[in-house]
């Protein structure tokens, strides 16, 4: 071997022992600080673990982030390192609607690690997604759609049918009632799933699958559908027609979504290139979550179009205790989500200043539930109440943003 070639491989060699023993780049995986991995893997070569988990929470390359998943278990199929690979697929898939896939990578994982604890688990929640198949985005072109002053209803069609959803990014399935899988004519499948919502507790579904979904100049195919009874809330006040959410995989599909609260809705604009230091949206265990500032701290939420209030949890209480003890006024508060409703333990501050990218927002009142019922990274869950402050809201699943524009911004 040349000399050149042999020093070469020796650097590389050293590079990839000092990447792999290194405690530092693991503690940074494991506390999802990926900002900090990220600039230290500029100085290293491999760890395909990492570097696709990074894509993963970014929505960056997605054929490219599965391949190396894939690669990792294939190497070592049985290895920790391969459990977490699985886990990071299943996350890819699921907020990208391919289902057939999500239970594929789950199943093989099962059979590799049967005595895991948290296979039943799993095993429950994964089994209305059973013969679902995978949404595939067949075609997309920018749009510019009206909508009901301040309401978050666009017009769509579903396998030739016109209907008006509302978007939720706190659906990680798009979702409709019984009645309105009736109407279009769907085959409604029996399953014995359950999802998560916003309330804490699991509900049960059915679902159905629609062959074509066009939203704005967007075609997707094999779009499926979680189905609810139409006597749950939100589809009890809603009219036929309306009873209908277009979900995380719909809107990632998108690409971009800039809301406006007058009467407009900008769909599938080219996104802006990404930078992982200007991003302040990850995905995180199957939640959007955004990065924002209170009080000069940085927190974390999820993003919830869906909600028509925010709430913050126990988190918040435990990071702006001062706060609470000197401004808040205890009581109970009503968290709704599809089919249920429960009133916590709270405690109500008069208001709250937000910044969310360069936009400052107030939260007047904001309730603090005395319970964690979101995600566990995150102070609480942003609903409508915040974004509609601006004068318009754009979501860039490309950059990984969320902005709050004013008028001058837009135009």
């Known amino acids: 071997m040349p000399a050149a070639m042999l020093i070469c ?10 990447a792999q023993m ?56 049985h290895s920790s390192e391969a459990y977490e ?36 688990q799993e095993q429950t929640a994964i089994r209305g997604f059973r013969g679902l198949p995978n949404q595939i985005l067949e075609s997309t072109r920018p749009s ?17 049918n016109s209907a008006t ?35 804490g507790t699991r509900v049960g579904f059915r679902t159905a699958v629609a062959q074509d979904v066009v939203v704005g100049n967007t075609h997707f195919r094999n779009v499926s559908f979680a189905v609810f009874p139409d006597n749950q809330e939100p589809w009890s006040g ?45 995905f995180d265990n199957d939640h959007l979550v955004v990065t924002a500032v209170i009080q000069n701290q940085k927190i974390a939420a999820t993003v919830d179009t869906g909600a028509i209030s925010t709430d ?9 205790g001062n706060l609470l003890k000197q401004y808040g006024k205890k009581g109970s508060t009503e968290v709704r989500g599809v089919g249920h409703a429960e009133a916590f333990d709270s405690v109500t501050l008069p208001e709250l200043r937000i910044r969310v990218g360069n936009s400052h927002t107030i939260l007047s009142p904001a309730h603090v ?12 869950n942003f609903g409508m109440d915040l974004f509609k402050q601006a004068f318009a809201m754009k979501i860039d699943f490309g950059a990984m943003t969320l902005q709050l524009l004013t008028a001058e911004e837009v135009h």
């Open 22 to 77: 290194s405690p530092d780049l693991k503690s940074l995986y494991d506390a999802h600080k990926w900002t900090a991995l990220n600039d230290r893997l500029q100085k290293v070569n491999g760890l395909p673990l990492y570097r696709a988990a990074i894509n993963v929470t970014f929505n960056q390359d997605p054929p490219g982030s599965e391949r190396l998943l894939l690669s990792v278990i294939s190497a070592a199929p």
């Open 312 to 320: 913050l949890y126990k988190p918040f209480a435990a990071m702006f």
């Open 238 to 282: 809603l009219p036929p027609g309306r009873r209908g959410i277009l979900g995380i995989p719909i809107l990632v599909g998108l690409q971009t979504l800039r809301w406006e609260d007058a009467d407009a809705i900008q769909l599938a604009e080219p996104p802006e290139p990404f930078n992982i230091r200007r991003s302040n949206l990850t």
């Open 85 to 120: 690979a699985s886990i990071w697929l299943s996350h890819l898939y699921f907020y990208r609607g391919e289902y057939s896939s999500l239970v594929s990578v789950m199943e093989k994982r099962w059979a590799a690690f049967p005595q895991k604890e948290a296979n039943s």
């Open 9 to 18: 491989c020796f650097a590389t060699f050293a590079a990839l022992c000092e």
């Open 144 to 160: 510019k759609l009206k909508h009901e002053p301040g309401r978050i209803f666009i017009p769509l069609s579903i396998d030739g």
């Open 369 to 380: 539930l005395l319970k964690s019922i979101g995600a566990n990274c995150c102070v609480g």
């Open 165 to 199: 959803y509302f978007f939720d990014t706190g659906a990680w399935i798009s979702c409709m009632s019984e009645s309105e899988a009736k109407r279009l004519g769907l085959k409604i499948r029996n399953t014995s799933g359950t999802l998560g919502q916003s309330a």
